[in-house]
């Protein structure tokens, strides 16, 4: 019984650790699924008074770490939500103004002023997901986000 679980367990997670944008896990280094060879960049958010959050949805691929950030210029104060898309992914650090913060997991954030944000997270959880401002409607005030 116990051979059968452990098999189980390998079989559920090789696929997610198998590929990360291309780089095989053997090339990921000491530091695991938090080498730069299972690094991605994604393009900046922005939260902006009227202004669109992002260019395109974004695709991720499970098991990747991915770093990126949120760009607020003051000319209101706006949040971000995704509790969904938080649960999603394992963040692995938050940074503001050079300070790093490893949180849990977060619902929210806020921007009251003007401001850079950094977060590296892995992506784990497959589905579909969103951040958006709280209390908006239009769709360009929303990031629709695929984990694959």
Do not use: C, H
Request: hydrophobic content about 45%; aromatic content about 8%.
């Amino acid at each position: 019984m116990k051979n059968l679980v452990t098999a189980l367990g390998l079989a559920i997670l090789t696929p997610a650790l198998a590929l990360a944008d291309g780089a095989p896990r053997d090339q990921w280094g000491r530091a695991g699924i938090l080498s730069s060879a299972n690094k991605a960049e994604l393009p900046p958010i922005t939260l902006s008074a009227g202004m669109p959050l992002a260019e395109a949805p974004w695709v991720l691929t499970s098991g990747t770490y991915y770093e990126f950030e949120i760009e607020g210029d003051g000319s209101a104060e706006l949040a971000l939500e995704g509790s969904e898309f938080f649960r999603a992914i394992w963040i692995d650090e938050i940074v503001v103004n050079d300070l790093e913060v490893r949180p849990i997991g977060i619902n929210s954030i806020e921007f009251d002023d003007a401001g850079e944000m950094e977060i590296g997270f892995v992506a784990i959880k497959p589905g579909e997901y969103f951040l958006r401002i709280p209390g908006s409607t239009g769709e360009t005030q929303r990031l629709n986000i695929t984990i694959e």
